[in-house]
Structure formats: structure tokens, C-alpha cells
């Protein structure tokens, strides 16, 4: 089976552009997150998505967004770059199976390697 | 906002020498995920433990969860290079979001 796939694998902007990176899940996984990771630390929590409906959102300015699809891929948008954004963007995909208990783990994806300059 | 704190930062050892990482909520955790992420990898789910002093043994590696359900280890017994790479707790406070809080992660490095 194929696991989590995120395109593109790198990409180069400048400051004030717009990018838009993606992801497409576990089969028969419904549930989407996105984090970001900044060399050297853990990654960050931006956005999860289920059924197509935000379920969690990081503290993370309004100039990043997401959406789900029906068919449970994923997009995150970032709009007017800033050089912080330089960072590993990762997806992860999960089962979202209803537990009394626990959160379902997450299966990452490769993810996005993002140079602002 | 909720953290986890992750000591130490970097763990330098020689091979066949043990190792542990610790994971420090000041909040009480609804559950604590493992993960390991090889240089130029991502994150691999290792682990996840959910009840009151849980211990959980995966060959060489071994987990536990606090009793307080406010802390976690990863210990791994007598290293080996196939081990390098950082270690990541991370953290699930329960609720309707299914988000976890990650924490800085140790960084394992194995001389041979």
C-alpha cells in the first residue's frame, strides 16, 4: 500500500509570494494534519481536517489555510511569505477511529521542504 | 498554550551503551505517542501509551508512562548505529481535537 505522498518535494519562493503544497492520505485514512518543522526542533501543530471539516487549528497566522477534498487529500496554502516560513512542511494521515482513549497515530508523509528567500 | 518538555536535547554515546530520553507535561495527558525521525526523514510512529504507568517493550526499547500520566521515557538498552536519529515524544490532551503536541526531541548520535 501506498503510504502518505506530498508534493512537491522542494520548493524555492520569494518573500510575499503564495504557495500551495499537497498531500494525499493513507487509502481508507480520513483524517489529514499538517505540521511545520523548523530545523533542529519538533514539529509544530498547523491544521487537522476530517471529513472535510477543520477539526484543530495551531497558533498559526490567518495567512496559512487549508482545505480537505472528498476524496481525503489535502492542500495548505500560505499566503504573503515571510522567511520564517522556511521549513519542512509535513503532512500525516490518520484513521480517525473513534477511541474512548488516545489519538490515533500519525503516519507521515516525506514532506515539503520550503525555502523563502 | 500546553508543552512538553524533552531532555536532554542531544545524547552523544558509544555503542552498546544505553539511552534515555524523558518527556515532561505540567498538564495530564490523555495518552503519549513515540516517534523517530532518521536524518533527512520524517517522523515514524514507534509507540503509544495510554494508561497510568503503562510499560510497553519493543525488542531493545523500552517505554513507560508515568503514573501521574504527566511524564514518559524511552529507554533503549545497548545502542547500536541503526539507532541514530531523533526521538520524539508526543503529547495527546485528549478533547475533540485530535492534534498532538510534539516536543523538541532528543538527537541520538552512536559511535561505533
Known amino acids: 500500500d501506498a503510504g502518505v505522498t506530498q508534493s512537491p518535494t522542494h520548493l524555492i519562493k520569494t518573500r510575499g509570494q503564495q504557495v500551495t503544497l499537497r498531500c494525499s492520505p493513507i487509502?481508507?485514512?480520513?483524517?489529514v494534519s499538517w505540521y511545520q518543522q523548523v530545523l533542529g526542533q519538533g514539529p509544530q501543530f498547523i491544521f487537522q481536517?476530517?471529513?472535510?471539516?477543520?477539526?484543530g487549528r495551531g497558533n498559526f497566522p490567518d495567512r496559512f489555510s487549508a482545505r480537505q477534498f472528498p476524496n481525503y487529500s489535502s492542500e495548505l496554502n500560505v499566503n504573503a511569505l515571510l522567511l520564517g516560513d522556511s521549513a519542512l512542511y509535513l503532512c500525516?494521515?490518520?484513521?480517525?477511529?473513534?477511541?474512548?482513549?488516545?489519538?490515533?497515530?500519525?503516519?507521515f508523509g516525506n514532506g515539503t521542504r520550503l525555502t523563502v528567500t | 498554550g500546553q508543552q512538553v518538555m524533552q531532555i536532554p536535547q542531544y545524547q552523544h554515546v558509544q555503542e552498546g551503551e544505553d539511552f534515555t530520553t524523558y518527556c515532561n507535561s505540567s498538564?495530564?495527558?490523555?495518552?503519549i505517542q513515540w516517534y523517530k525521525q532518521r536524518p533527512g526523514g520524517h517522523p515514524v510512529f514507534l509507540i503509544q501509551?495510554?494508561?497510568?504507568?503503562e510499560v510497553k517493550k519493543q525488542k531493545r526499547l523500552t517505554f513507560q508512562f508515568g503514573e501521574a500520566k504527566k511524564n514518559s521515557s524511552l529507554h533503549i538498552t545497548a545502542t547500536q548505529t541503526t539507532d541514530v536519529g531523533t526521538y520524539f515524544c508526543?503529547?495527546?490532551?485528549?478533547?475533540?481535537?485530535?492534534?498532538?503536541?510534539f516536543g523538541k526531541g532528543t538527537k541520538l548520535s552512536v559511535k561505533p
Open positions: 487509502s481508507g485514512h480520513k483524517s
Open positions: 508526543a503529547a495527546g490532551y485528549g478533547g475533540s481535537q485530535g492534534n498532538l503536541i
Open positions: 481536517y476530517y471529513e472535510k471539516e477543520e477539526r
Open positions: 501509551l495510554v494508561k497510568s504507568g
Open positions: 500525516a494521515s490518520s484513521p480517525k477511529t473513534l477511541r474512548l482513549r488516545g489519538n490515533s497515530p500519525l503516519h
Open positions: 498538564t495530564t495527558l490523555s495518552n
